[in-house]
C-alpha cells in the first residue's frame, strides 16, 4: 500500500520569505504523479502543481516548485517571496497512472506573518 | 468556470439519523469520490465512482454507503450516523486518473 507523510504540521514564515515543505511517499511502483494541493480557509481545496514521476526536471508553477528526489521518495514543495494569501493547510497527493484514487498525506498547516 | 457544489456547509444531526450528502459537478467528469478530512489524519477515500451506477469502496468505506444514478450527482449516505463519523466531508472529481481533483467547498457534519 501507498503511504505519504508529511512531517510538519505547522510552520509559519514572514511575508516574503522562501518555506520549504516536505513530503515523503512510499511504493513499490514506477509509474506515478504527485501533487501538492492548497486549502485556504475558505475550504476549497486547489491543486498548486503537479509532477510525474517519468519526468526528471523539476514542476515549476510561477512562485511554487518542487524538489523531487524519486530515490529518495521525497516530493517537496517550495515558495518563494511567500505572500499572505499563501496562507493555508497543504496537502501533498500521491496517485498510481492508471488507477482513480489518490493518497493524501496527512497536511502541514502554513501560516504567512505580515 | 469548473464547479463542484456541496448541498450543506455545515450540517448538524442526531445519532442513528440517516444522512444524505449530496454533490453535484459540472464539468461532465466520469470520476467523481468522496473523501474524509480529520485534523492530523489528512485526507481519506470513502468511495469512489469511476461511471454512473459504478462504485467502489475506497480506504474507510464501513458506515457509509453511496449512490450515483446520475453522471453529475454522486451521493454519500451514512445509514445511521454515529459521533466517530463527526467531520469534513469533501467530494471532488476528475476527468483523468490520477488526474487534477476539482473539490468542493466540504460538509462540516456534527453528530451529536
Not at chain 1, 493547510?89 to 488507477?99: K, L
Not at chain 2, 463527526?86 to 472529481?93: D, V
Request: hydrophobic share 35%.
Amino acid at each position: 500500500a501507498q503511504t505519504v507523510t508529511q512531517s510538519q504540521p505547522e510552520m509559519s514564515v514572514q511575508e516574503a520569505e522562501t518555506v520549504t515543505l516536505s513530503c515523503t511517499y512510499d511504493t513499490s511502483e514506477n509509474n506515478y504523479y504527485l501533487f501538492w494541493y492548497k486549502q485556504p480557509p475558505s475550504r476549497q481545496m486547489i491543486l498548486v502543481i503537479r509532477q510525474e514521476a517519468y519526468k526528471q526536471q523539476n514542476a515549476t508553477e510561477n512562485r511554487f516548485s518542487v524538489n523531487f528526489q524519486k530515490a529518495a521518495k521525497s516530493f517537496s514543495l517550495k515558495i518563494s517571496d511567500s505572500q499572505l494569501g499563501d496562507t493555508a493547510m497543504y496537502f501533498c497527493a500521491f496517485g498510481i497512472q492508471g488507477a482513480q484514487k489518490l493518497v493524501f498525506g496527512q497536511g502541514t498547516r502554513l501560516t504567512i506573518n505580515p | 468556470d469548473v464547479k463542484v457544489t456541496q448541498s450543506s456547509r455545515y450540517l448538524v444531526k442526531r445519532t442513528g439519523e440517516k444522512v444524505f450528502l449530496e454533490c453535484v459537478q459540472d464539468m461532465d467528469h466520469e470520476n467523481m469520490f468522496w473523501y474524509r478530512q480529520d485534523p492530523g489524519l489528512g485526507l481519506r477515500l470513502i468511495y469512489f465512482s469511476y461511471d454512473v451506477k459504478m462504485k467502489e469502496k475506497g480506504d474507510i468505506p464501513e458506515g457509509y454507503s453511496v449512490s450515483r444514478e446520475k453522471k453529475e450527482r454522486f451521493s454519500l449516505i451514512l445509514e445511521s450516523a454515529s459521533t466517530n463519523q463527526t467531520s469534513m466531508y469533501l467530494c471532488a472529481s476528475s476527468l483523468l486518473v490520477p488526474g487534477k481533483l476539482f473539490f468542493g467547498s466540504g460538509t462540516q457534519l456534527s453528530v451529536l
